[in-house]
């Protein structure tokens, strides 16, 4: 008989596991959490989280190196899942970093912050990455609720405007702005929040970004999409 595992932790080689899989510990002490490269385990998880960081042809090339993507593509489509930071970027067509085709969940682009664009109000140059804190603005979701437009559950208890924690140098453009749950601003408007269905998935690193991190992660563990 499998082992019940009740949050898998998607381990592709990269991205910040240990800090992600203790932030849910932490969060659902209760629950099971495995950090794991096994399609098996991804299949047999009640929930999937996928983090990452660095660059997305890298996150691609080891994903299928691992014989990882029909599993993270299932999850994505049928689970409670959570992308985080690479974990967004690649549910999406294409990125400018290296030219990566992603998984191609949804229409749009990753595009990198461009550089004649990167000043603040004073006129003052802005640095990319995108590092650090930034406040971000719950919208109303098309794509989830039963059709009515409301704010997300994942951010249940959480301030609309309250800061979370980055480093990105690119973000994503959708096709369709009814995915946006969630924006921040560097300098202009850009999408840090998707919801559709079963799947939310953020810019920022919630296991970084203290309290306001810690209890989107304790919403996602008890949310029943």
């Known amino acids: 008989m499998d082992k019940k595992i009740d949050i898998a932790v998607v381990d592709y080689g990269m991205g910040n596991l240990r800090s992600v899989s203790k932030a849910l510990e932490h969060v659902a002490p209760s629950k099971s959490v495995l950090v794991t490269s096994n399609p098996e385990d991804i299949a047999n998880a009640e929930r999937?989280?996928?983090?990452?960081?660095?660059?997305?042809?890298?996150?691609?090339r080891e994903m299928d190196a691992r014989g990882l993507r029909e599993a993270v593509i299932y999850a994505a489509q049928h689970k409670p899942f959570l992308g985080i930071c690479i974990g967004l970027q690649m549910l999406f067509e294409q990125s400018e970093e290296g030219h990566a085709a992603g998984l191609g969940l949804f229409k749009g682009r990753v595009k990198r912050f461009?550089?004649?664009?990167?000043k603040d109000n004073n006129g003052d140059k802005?640095?990319?990455?995108?590092?650090?804190?930034?406040?971000?603005?719950?919208?109303?979701n098309s794509h989830t609720n039963a059709g009515q437009l409301q704010s997300h559950a994942l951010w249940q208890g959480i301030a609309d405007g309250?800061?979370?924690y980055y480093v990105h140098s690119y973000y994503v453009q959708a096709e369709d702005e009814g995915l946006t749950s969630g924006f921040s601003e560097y300098p202009h408007r850009f999408t840090s929040a998707i919801a559709m269905n079963n799947l939310f998935a953020v810019q920022f690193h919630p296991e970084k970004s203290a309290s306001a991190g810690?209890?989107?992660l304790s919403n996602f563990v008890n949310w029943a999409p």
């Open 126 to 140: 802005l640095k990319v990455p995108h590092m650090g804190w930034n406040q971000v603005y719950q919208t109303q």
């Open 214 to 216: 810690l209890q989107l």
């Open 48 to 60: 999937v989280v996928f983090p990452g960081q660095g660059a997305m042809p890298d996150c691609m």
């Open 162 to 164: 309250e800061r979370f």
């Open 114 to 118: 461009a550089a004649v664009d990167m």
